[in-house]
């Protein structure tokens, strides 16, 4: 069975930074395709960073230089650094992985990142 637990997220000041992580099982997060998804009250759920099995990464423009996604063979997970928050994202954070033979898509259940001004 997939399971996909984030932590990590919280209440910071614009400026500040979080780490996001998305502890996996049930697969193998180094050979899975790794994405960070948000969610904004009244907003569609957009897609922030994925890292592929061979590492490559990719961002949304509003977070390029200021998120990283990694992650960590050994232990499974897979992060999301974020730097410089603005308080435009403000949102539920999730994680996601997809089975590519059956196309079925897991979630995590998201973890509140809240930036004031």
């Known amino acids: 069975q997939v399971r996909l637990v984030e932590s990590g997220g919280g209440l910071v000041q614009a400026g500040g930074s979080l780490r996001l992580s998305c502890a996996a099982s049930?697969?193998?997060?180094?050979?899975?395709?790794m994405n960070w998804y948000r969610q904004a009250p009244g907003k569609q759920r957009e897609l922030v960073a994925s890292i592929t099995s061979g590492g490559s990464t990719n961002y949304a423009d509003s977070v390029k230089g200021r998120f990283t996604i990694s992650r960590d063979s050994d232990k499974n997970t897979v992060y999301l650094q974020m730097n410089s928050l603005k308080p435009e994202d403000t949102a539920v954070y999730y994680c996601?992985?997809?089975?590519?033979?059956?196309?079925?898509?897991?979630w995590g259940q998201g973890t509140q990142v809240t930036v004031s001004s």
């Open positions: 996601n992985t997809g089975n590519a033979l059956t196309k079925i898509q897991y």
């Open positions: 049930g697969i193998i997060a180094s050979i899975n395709t």
